[in-house]
């Protein structure tokens, strides 16, 4: 005979006041396993978007001029002097605190060449850091550049110049192989010559500089515009400017479910720790006449609060495993309903440790007064309900 | 100077309830001795304040005013852990109407004051089987209380009152919810307790008992006459 087994055989009578008490618990974990689930999926979901999107954080050189650009149409008619970087400066990034964010960093050089006695754009970039960001680029035939006398022609300049994949292109008096021709992008590079960055250096007389750096900071809640005030500092002459405001002010929009989330969790938990405390003020009420006697054997107060607080540590572990659980498949359900494309973001282990644990600590918490009471209680004030 | 020279003394023992401005004298004045291996049989009317003594006896209600001594010891000058551990060691107690806990079974039930000592579970169940053998419940170790009868439950009641061997028993009207046969029994099992060495003090209104007792005490108005 131990003191749990008297804590068992409670647990085990009082099966509806246990029920009660548990379901407390329950509420309270599933509740915030669910709103945790679903900022989770929320935040996952925002953030496949943003690697979608490409780059986050363009430098370019900084100028006093203002752009008269909107959506590709130049309404200016005036050409201003393309200022450059010093390729080398680049290497500079990599000293900012968050370098390790930096997925992706692609510098490019822009200039106009001749073809066909016609000035079209070349970019020079390198390729593997373009394509890992230009998701979204496909080719019609052949094969991405892969020399440095290859290049790539956007959609709508092959078609003008009449070039196809396999076909041989001279620019600015130099031949180069075209590797493949992109699908239509709808974007800028749709009338543009990619070529390497080496090449299209030499070809413009731009050697070792850049016309602008378009970089990917990638990682779960990454302080983007910390980031691109850390770039600033490190380029006094660049302009960084974080783009995607849109999928950033979604972002702010979970900071704020976050924030909503955790409200109605302490709120539920608080609700559930309430009933705990009922139940076992309850329990404890109808126990007076087995307090009293356990007190008249010979059981410290110490005892009587260690049988108290082990049932409400059982029942801890029963409504966390439980909430976890409960949490989970709710989430699973409200999921693909609540979040356009969102998927379940699968079983957090560790998600599953915690809810025990505040599971646990929320029921001892809530019973420390009763247990505290019934300890307390006067052995023979106990005995005289008998 | 108090000379110690019995198992258990009691000085100038007073005990007032007070319930706002109410003051009730439960015990008024008490002064009396009970020796090793004696049976006392403690008998008063409802209300004469014979069970508040009872609880005083065994260290669960503090008096107002007086001394208990227990084999030398001032129960009131220890703290309550230190009561606690008396009574786990000192006194057995057999509670009128049983008082068992319905979920757990004999056996459980009378090894339940062994929870909070030390022994090995080989030797508190060997212990605890011992008295339900010796009350005569050996084929019901497994039973849970409402499944036995009045006179059985009452059995393990006094089995539970002894596993821990106390030298001193506590029987608060054991024989008050029993059936006269079985009340016999009862009391002749008290009877061969105290002739193994316990010292059986029983509280009752029922001058039946007192042909089994070494002694009666008569409790009347808050006072004892012996």
Known sequence: MKLHNISFGNIKRRKGKMFFLVLGLVIGISTVVTLLSITQTMTRNIEERLNQFGANIVMVPKSENLSLNYGGIDVGGVSYKVREFDQEQLEDIKTIKNYKNLSIIAPKVLGPVTVNGKNVLLMGVLFEEELALKTWWHKTGGTFPEKENEVMLGSQIATLLGFKTGGIINLSGNSFKVATILKPTGASEDDAIIASLGASQRLLGKEDKLSMVEISAFCQGCPISEMTLQIAEKFPNAKVTAMKQAVMSKMQSIDMFKSFSLGVSIIVILIGSLLVLVTMMGSVNERTREIGIFRAIGFRSGHVMQIILLEAMLLGIIGGILGFVIGNLIAYGIIPVMIKDGAFAGINANLGIVSIFMAVALSLLASLYPAFKASNMDPSEALRAL | ?226
């Open chain 2, 1 to 226: 100077m108090t000379q110690v020279n019995h198992l258990i003394e009691i000085h100038g023992l007073k005990k007032i309830y007070q319930s706002g401005d109410i003051k009730v004298d439960a015990i008024k004045q008490m002064d009396f001795f009970i020796d090793d291996e004696e049976f006392i049989a403690i008998m008063g009317q409802s209300g004469s304040g014979k069970s508040t003594l009872l609880s005083i006896m065994g260290a669960l209600n503090h008096p107002t005013e007086g001394q208990i001594l227990v084999d030398s010891l001032d129960l009131y000058s220890l703290t309550a852990e230190q009561r606690a551990d008396f009574r786990s060691e000192y006194i057995g107690f057999i509670f009128q109407s049983f008082q068992l806990i319905p979920y757990l079974t004999v056996l459980e039930n009378v090894k339940l004051p062994m929870a909070v000592t030390g022994q090995k579970k080989k030797i508190k169940n060997q212990m605890a089987l011992e008295m339900i053998d010796r009350v005569g419940l050996g084929a019901k170790s497994h039973r849970l209380p409402d499944q036995l009868s009045g006179g059985e439950q009452e059995r393990v009641a006094v089995a539970r009152a002894i596993v821990n061997k106390p030298p001193i028993i506590l029987a608060d009207e054991p024989t008050g919810n029993l059936d006269s046969k079985t009340a016999e029994e009862i009391m002749l099992l008290l009877q061969s307790l105290n002739k193994d060495g316990h010292t059986v003090i029983v509280v009752t209104h029922n001058q039946d008992i007192k042909a089994y007792a070494t002694r009666s005490i008569k409790v009347q108005d808050g006072e004892c006459f012996a």
